[in-house]
């Protein structure tokens, strides 16, 4: 049911975004899915579904990807100050329960 169901669905959310805009959705949303489909992979025994989360981290098209940042105006980091050590999160703004998902969520 985890490789055959939810599996697939966490993958094609986080490579078709529903068909929507790649930038729709926020950071949190991609966080959550490739947190999903590495625990599945942990689960099932499955390193490419592993590894598909951790391709996404680094090299996926939408908000969750790591080195998006102030310069695209999108992405998990949306401000950097002090030479890229410190940032803000793309959900600050908005309330301690969104926001709180962005650096959690990356761990």
Not at 58 to 85: C, K, M, P, Q
Request: aromatic share 16%.
């Amino acid at each position: 049911m985890m490789a055959n169901i939810f599996y697939p669905m966490s993958h094609n959310f986080l490579w078709y975004h529903q068909g929507a805009c790649i930038s729709y959705q926020w950071a949190n949303w991609d966080l959550v899915e490739m947190a999903d489909e590495m625990a599945i992979g942990v689960v099932c025994d499955n390193r490419t579904f592993y590894n598909d989360a951790i391709n996404y981290f680094y090299h996926g098209a939408g908000n969750g990807r790591i080195d998006w940042n102030a310069a695209t105006l999108t992405g998990t980091v949306v401000a950097e100050f002090n030479s890229n050590t410190l940032g803000e999160g793309q959900e600050e703004g908005r309330d301690q329960g969104h926001s709180g998902f962005d650096i959690p969520w990356k761990e």
